[in-house]
């Protein structure tokens, strides 16, 4: 299986997600997976949401794109997540689905576009997301104190190294850092480092890490999780795997398009279940 993972939220055409600018703002009615939003059985328990798109800076390169997710029923301050997408260029979308059912647990969600492609492996373009959600949280009504760091695939490595590097961001470390069907013996996009290897010399507050694979992933075994909570166990750190019956792309709620190359949003039964699971666990992370 070859191509960049990556998806359109449900219900919106890519052409029209691809076309979002910044400053632009749309409401969507976040409603249980599965279920046609206009159904009157389930309609009056949608939640609505905002959905903004922003620019965030890196420095000398072009300004990249970031979706801000936050439901308008929940009282500020919400706590945050930063959730970055997979290994293709850009693809903020491969994640939404997940980001739209985080956000339906009262969470606001900041989703960055960040390019694997660049000549620094996007290093600069997460670490200024990163900033900039800092940064910027409380004028979206988040929590930065609380925030969370999560990602899938490519990203999950670069979440979880920005728990195990705190001269990233000044000494700053996340409240909890999510791993989603990641791998953790290569350099971390976020700190050019291995996880494993910083896990082995870090001294400091450790912060609690939750990993979640599908048993049935191709692309990324779960054993590489498991080898990974086995490191994290020896070292006495705060940390449990979630395993559930899916792949690659229905651990975030999709599945995975041969014929366009990526991700699309799926209504299959176990990739629902799995993805509102991965959204629980989550919410549990920026809760506890």
């Known amino acids: ?23 632009d703002t749309v409401t969507v009615m976040i409603t249980p997976s599965g279920v046609e939003p206009r159904d009157p059985r389930i309609f009056p328990m949608s939640i ?14 072009a300004p990249q794109l970031l979706d801000v997710y936050r439901p308008q029923s929940t009282p500020a301050p919400s706590r945050a997540v930063l959730l970055w997408h997979g290994m293709g260029p850009d693809m903020r979308s491969e994640v939404a689905p997940l980001a739209e059912e985080t956000a ?4 606001t969600v900041f989703v960055p576009d960040w390019r694997s492609d660049a000549p620094d492996g996007g290093r600069a373009h997460l670490t200024a997301s990163l900033r900039y959600v ?15 760091v999560a990602g899938w695939s490519a990203g999950a490595g670069a979440a979880i190294g920005t728990a195990l590097r705190p001269d990233l961001m000044d000494g700053w470390l996340p409240k909890a850092v999510v791993g989603i069907a ?49 490191a994290l166990d020896e070292r006495e750190w705060p940390a449990r795997l979630h395993e559930t019956e899916t792949d690659h792309a229905g651990v975030i709620m999709t599945s995975y398009d041969a014929g366009l190359g990526h991700c699309v949003p799926t209504t299959d039964a176990d990739a629902l279940r799995a993805g509102r699971a991965t959204a629980r666990l989550i919410a549990e992370a920026a809760s506890a």
Request: with cysteine; aromatic share 6%; net charge neutral.
């Open 134 to 148: 800092r940064e910027n949280a409380a004028g979206f009504g988040a929590d930065p104190e609380r925030l969370v």
């Open 1 to 23: 299986m070859t191509g960049s993972w990556g998806n359109s939220p449900p219900g919106e055409a890519e052409e029209s997600r691809s076309a979002r600018r910044a400053g």
């Open 182 to 230: 990641g791998l953790y013996w290569r350099p971390a996009r976020s700190t050019g480092s291995v996880p494993l290897e910083d896990l082995g010399g870090f001294d400091g507050r450790r912060v609690p890490v939750t990993l979640i694979h599908g048993t049935a992933d191709t692309e990324v075994e779960c054993r590489h999780s498991r080898d990974f909570l086995a």
């Open 104 to 107: 339906a647990h009262g969470l």
């Open 48 to 61: 609505s949401s905002t959905v903004r798109t922003v620019a965030y800076t890196t420095g000398g390169a």
